[in-house]
């Protein structure tokens, strides 16, 4: 059978393997997002125009002039609060990482482990954090370990799971012609199944860091005196509602920059990945 | 015509599969045999074990009765002492061309640095010169299909296997390579067993060509081809290549109904 793409090749030239061209990609990343910019910025004037206009008070809807002011004013207790989160948010990603990519390991490995592994991790996730985070806090106490534990249990899982689907679905041609080499487990693991389950991983992962923030922000709303979550928390009872939607902007913001941060990590650690297209038989 | 240099030799090679609770049988009693430094193809109807036959020889298989000899030697361990090659180059894709040619030889416990040294000496019999630091994605098909086939010959096994090597690529681009293997086949020194759907390609390049029947397999006939060497392309068109190759499209059961 022919490949996909047809490729009638007496020596092509390939396409080379190098870095684009750095002004045109400027050129082109202002042309992508231009329009972005203008719907947000046309968003947030009708909001503002909206709030005015409509005479809503700030309790209901602050307007988005009111959430600046309430960023750059409250800044100094914003920035403690959003250290604070984003402190419970990489402890317990990091956290998550390590024992997501151990439990894979292991499950990849053995049927057995996967038997002993499995059951358990998929049980965390169907109880609602929201139920066994306060129990937690009979077990670990009230300070920061509580929210690192809370945000490992939630983002350890997709990290989990799509490793050992990664690790798995190495082609078993590949992993035949290795044994046929003469490779032994071992070599098959680290020459062949864990380069092919990086990209997998970095899908966990970039699930996971989202889902970390709203494990820092559950666990704060359990019982914490500090981060965005509890800042949220006692705002809106204080009724500083402008105060709640900075540090809701805040998280969202912090989200964004986690999974673009992920993102940049899979470019650099899979530079490969997307490009395999255009052989034979893929 | 044996020689002494007897490389493999299967005996009475019997071997079957379940499926869905199916009894499948593979090979039906198969005596196959090449000697040193010899081209051997095997050509058959889908499905007829061809492949089945590699993979034991290989030792990625057992089996069920008859034995297989594999450099004089009687052994169920022969994994890793033949080189191995299928339709699918399966490169890795995050490996550098010069990378994945050198994995048999890293598997083996060679150093990187000699490895490389020692893949880099044949880029260019390969038409890989300049293309050793691509990727494979940036490869046309017959140049990935090259590589994988330095994988393959950089091991220094006398036995090589090729499994429908050509098999994924367009008719142009198969036949440069095989005008390109008919060139290199005197200096690889290898005995090389071809399986493979294209009887001209079985021709051109052996020097026996094994018919088998459809499943289960079981040997239908064995020529031999008494070309002169060096082969070319022209060959196609002698009245002797021609004669072979109607005997052996009437042996496969291909003439007088629809050739594939």
């Not at chain 2, 000899?69 to 080189?83: C, K």
């Not at chain 2, 690889?188 to 399986?195: E, G, Q």
Request: proline share 5%; with cysteine.
């Amino acid at each position: 059978m022919k490949g996909p793409t047809g490729m009638n090749d007496v020596e092509r030239a390939p396409g080379p393997y190098a870095a684009p061209r750095v002004g045109a990609g400027i050129r082109t990343s202002l042309v992508r997002w231009a329009p972005v910019a203008v719907i947000a910025i046309a968003a947030v004037g009708i909001w503002e125009a909206v709030v005015a206009l409509e005479d809503i008070p700030n309790w209901k809807l602050p307007a988005p002039s009111a959430i600046a002011d309430a960023l750059w004013g409250d800044r100094g207790d914003l920035a403690r609060h959003t250290w604070v989160t984003l402190k419970e948010v990489l402890i317990g990603f990091g956290i998550a990482l390590g024992a997501g990519l151990l439990l894979a390991t292991l499950i990849h490995m053995s049927r057995t482990m996967e038997r002993v592994i499995y059951p358990p991790a998929i049980a965390s996730q169907t109880l609602p954090i929201i139920v066994i985070a306060p129990l937690l806090l009979a077990w670990v106490g009230y300070g920061l370990q509580h929210k690192v534990v809370v945000v490992a249990l939630i983002s350890f899982f997709p990290i989990l799971v799509n490793t050992v689907d990664g690790l798995r679905s190495t082609d078993g041609d590949l992993l035949n012609l290795m044994r046929a080499l003469g490779a032994n487990r071992w070599q098959m693991f680290i020459k062949a199944q864990v380069p092919h389950g990086l990209p997998y991983m970095f899908s966990g992962i970039k699930i996971a860091v989202t889902a970390s923030v709203i494990g820092a922000v559950v666990g704060e709303w359990v019982g914490s005196s500090e981060g965005l979550g509890y800042l949220a928390l006692r705002s809106k009872s204080q009724f500083l509602t402008e105060r709640v939607y900075a540090a809701i902007f805040l998280l969202g913001v912090m989200g964004v920059v986690l999974f673009l941060a992920a993102g940049l990590a899979q470019r650099v650690l899979v530079p490969w990945h997307g490009r395999q297209r255009g052989g034979p038989n893929t | 015509m044996e020689s002494t240099h007897t490389k493999i030799r299967t005996t009475s090679i019997h071997k079957a599969f379940y499926e869905n609770g199916a009894h499948l049988s593979a090979l039906a009693g198969v005596d196959f045999h090449a000697s040193d430094r010899e081209f051997v193809s095997i050509i058959g109807p889908s499905g007829c074990g061809k492949s089945t036959l590699l993979n034991i020889i290989a030792g990625l298989d057992q089996p069920d009765a008859g034995s297989v000899e594999l450099y004089g030697a009687t052994t169920a361990q022969r994994l890793g002492s033949v080189g191995y090659m299928q339709q699918k180059d399966l490169l890795m894709p995050w490996r550098s061309v010069l990378d994945n040619c050198i994995l048999g030889l890293e598997i083996q416990g060679v150093p990187r640095g000699e490895a490389r040294t020692r893949a880099r000496a044949l880029l260019a019999p390969f038409g890989l010169e300049g293309f050793e630091g691509y990727l494979p994605h940036a490869l046309s098909g017959g140049m990935r299909q090259r590589a994988a086939f330095l994988r393959t010959v950089l091991l220094d096994h006398d036995v090589v296997l090729l499994d429908e090597p050509f098999g994924a690529l367009d008719a142009l681009t198969r036949s440069h390579m095989q005008s390109w293997l008919l060139g290199l086949r005197e200096d690889l020194k290898k005995t090389i067993v071809l399986v493979t759907h294209d009887v001209d390609e079985a021709v051109l390049l052996s020097d026996r060509v094994y018919v088998l029947t459809a499943s289960p397999g079981t040997v239908r006939t064995v020529a031999e081809v008494k070309l002169p060497k060096p082969r070319s392309m022209e060959m196609v068109g002698d009245s002797a290549f021609v004669k072979l190759k109607l005997e052996l499209l009437s042996a496969l059961g291909s003439l007088g109904s629809r050739v594939r």
